[in-house]
């Protein structure tokens, strides 16, 4: 049957092996440029990042700025510093040596 369509077993593994020789050949084409490094954006929030008017402004930002990143990834992470019950100037040298840990 083979035969009847005029394609041997070995014609076509001889096909198949070129075909898998010219995957393996580098590209003549210049080379690519490797993709830049992703942003990576640190929210801040003084309150409880649930409250309405927070949600939709983070979700406004990450928008933004997804939207204009491409072909950039965005890494977009948030800590809560809860400012309005503690005192933030005491606590600043500690929460920016955490923030810089965490970097």
Do not use: Q
Not at 24 to 30: E, G, K, L, N
Not at 37 to 49: E, K, N, Q, T
């Amino acid at each position: 049957m083979e035969e009847l369509l005029g394609v041997s077993r070995r014609l076509r593994t001889t096909i198949l092996g070129l075909c898998l020789a010219l995957e393996t050949i580098p590209s003549a084409a210049a080379p690519r440029e490797p993709p830049p490094p992703p942003w990576r954006v640190l929210i801040l929030y003084d309150g409880p990042r649930e409250n309405p008017a927070a949600v939709v402004a983070t979700e406004a930002l990450r928008s933004a700025l997804t939207e204009g990143a491409s072909p950039r990834l965005v890494d977009i992470r948030s800590e809560v510093l809860d400012a309005l019950s503690f005192d933030a100037a005491f606590l600043e040298p500690e929460v920016l040596a955490l923030l810089r840990k965490k970097g």
